[in-house]
């Protein structure tokens, strides 16, 4: 999990000077994290409190919400906390075209959000190409898939290394400049993490604008999994109303297994 850290201003000066930013002083706000898929697995919620910059990676669950997620066709699901901030669903099953709304309650506080799964799209295959960066051989995957005609189609991309999710950087693709083509998406990674013989899995995700946008800002305040201190440090938008942080998301998952190459 990437941290929230709020807007900084920065004053420009004609003399250098070292400055230590105060980021301890923010408190803490409400992260949602919400996903209805296609898949036969329940769906999870997840709710957490984010910690001041400084802090180490441990963010406080939130326990005791009231969590439902409800669909256009009248199916609602109460969700069960079934780990300190980890709320799944029972009898939901998303479907393709359906609109999703989800209901969060803590202390008395109502927070909401809604998310449509588009159409999914098949992922062909993975395949990959080796280069060589500083006398080190580079592996990398490429994802195969064919965008369909229209424009508003938007893709998030995860990894699986021999079981074990890689979280070091964030894969998004839309359509806007390649609508209706055949999609050969460079998943860069580094290659101290993937190697030959190893099983590589991809997810595809094709996803709602709003979903897109989080993970895409998302990405730009970041650099492979820390915040990039270059940039004006912001929060990236979010679906969820009342003041929390965080995204909800319907989303379609096409998912290929492959031997590094």
Known sequence: MRRLIPIILLVLCSCQKVVTLNLNNAPPQ???EGNVTDGPNPDTV??????NFYADNNFPAVAGASVTISDNTGVK????ETAPGVYITHVLQGKPGNIYNLSVVVNDTTYTAVSTMPPPVNLDSIT???STRFRKDQITP?????DPPGLGNYYRFTEHINGVPFTKDIFVFEDRLSDGRYINYNLRMDS??????DLLRVDM???????YNYFFQLNRTTSTGTFNT???????????????????????VRSTSVFVY
């Open 30 to 32: 409400l992260i949602i």
């Open 46 to 51: 997840t709710i957490f409190r984010s910690v």
């Open 77 to 80: 699901d109460v969700l069960t």
């Open 128 to 130: 990959f190409t080796t």
């Open 142 to 146: 490429i994802a195969n898939f064919q």
């Open 192 to 197: 101290a993490y993937l190697n030959t013989g």
């Open 205 to 211: 995700y094709c996803v709602d604008q709003n979903d």
């Open 230 to 252: 270059e940039a004006s440090p912001a929060n990236p938008s979010t679906n969820i109303t009342n003041g929390a942080y965080g995204y909800f998301s319907a989303h379609t």
